[in-house]
């Protein structure tokens, strides 16, 4: 070798080895606050009402959490707009994980909805998992003329038929069990879940959709009847209710779930810690009875995996408002 050659190899190995400590340290500087995470309290937005099922979730989530962390997980309740405003507030947060958010369904569907918002539900924040979920259902007066899904369903191929919801996710739900099955429903809103539910038991509304968790204390009640789960399994807590798969609408399906999110820009290792310490909260025993008791399943998906359900979400309930004349308000 010349003497140019053994003079370049002699400046390139120079380099690596002043390269080599700089790339440890960068290493080094890159774990350290992973490590020390979360170094001061963390808020968790739930961008809903106190006392609701999802202010429940969270702050027994937020307990276990702040023993894990040895830091306070503080809840705030930042409601308005269908949770908008609290999601206005986590998506402005510096995406250091002390600002995280517990979301529902909503989230997905407000894009469909609305005409305007301050946020881009697909970059402004960073999914880390869906924690839980359970299938949206129709629920009839249990001493009503449906005994059972399919004879529902008959009567509104035959005749129109009035179907309650009470808000977007529910009507959507709505809108997609009339074009799965052609029936002649007629959507009618209501503004909150309890109402809808004290009209059906009154027989002022026929039938309508809601949550497990709304309709749960009904049916243990004896007031209302589970026609129909909009998933392709049974629901553990209304084992006898059939799915509208069974009824041959195999395309209706709508769940209901719970999901964790931070602000735009997390580092992947940071999402990766706060989903695998979400796993193991949410194996407690006291965290799994209380979503049993919700009706829900625990899922605690990928950060992948839950990005690709939020789009997937989004235009399937895009596509179901296109079909159906729903326009964005």
């Given amino acids: 070798m010349n003497k140019l050659g053994r003079s370049r190899r002699g400046l390139l190995a120079g380099a690596f080895a002043l390269l080599a400590p700089l790339s440890i340290a960068t290493h080094a500087m890159a774990a350290e606050p992973l490590n020390k995470f979360p170094d001061k309290p963390v808020i968790l937005v739930v961008p809903y009402a106190a006392g609701g099922g999802t202010d429940i979730v969270g702050r027994n989530i ?25 999601s206005s507030m986590v998506s402005k947060s510096p995406p250091d994980g002390h600002t995280l958010m517990l979301v529902v369904g909503s989230h997905a569907i ?26 949206m ?26 179907l309650g919801f009470s808000e977007g996710h529910t009507r959507l739900t709505g809108e997609m069990i009339r074009q799965a099955g052609n029936l002649k429903t007629l959507g009618v809103p209501y503004k909150g879940g309890g109402p809808l539910m004290i009209d059906i038991m009154g027989g002022h ?98 950060p992948a995996a839950f990005k690709a359900f939020l789009v997937d979400e989004t235009r399937k309930w895009a596509a179901v408002a296109e079909r159906g004349g729903i326009k964005a308000e």
């Fill in 62 to 86: 937020a307990q276990r959490l702040s023993t894990l962390w040895g830091q306070s997980v503080v809840v705030e309740n930042r409601s308005g707009a269908n949770g908008v405003i609290g």
């Fill in 110 to 135: 407000n894009p469909v909805l609305m005409k305007s918002m301050p946020y881009d539900t697909t970059t402004a924040f960073t999914p880390i998992t869906r924690i839980a979920d359970s299938p």
């Fill in 137 to 162: 259902v129709l629920v009839a007066a249990a001493k009503g003329p449906y005994p059972t899904l399919k004879d529902a369903l008959t009567a509104a191929r035959t005749q129109e038929m009035p």
């Fill in 205 to 302: 509304v026929p039938m309508g959709v809601t949550s497990v968790l709304t309709a749960m204390p009904h049916v243990q009640s004896g007031n209302l009847r589970v026609l129909g789960v909009a998933d392709d399994k049974r629901s553990a807590v209304f084992p006898d209710a059939m799915t509208f798969k069974e009824a041959g609408l195999g395309d209706v399906k709508s769940l209901s779930w719970y999901g964790l999110l931070g602000p735009a820009g997390m580092p992947d290792a940071l999402v990766a810690k706060i989903r695998d310490d979400i796993k193991k909260v949410t194996q407690d025993p006291a965290v799994v009875k209380q979503m049993q008791e919700q009706g829900a399943e625990i899922v605690v998906d990928e």
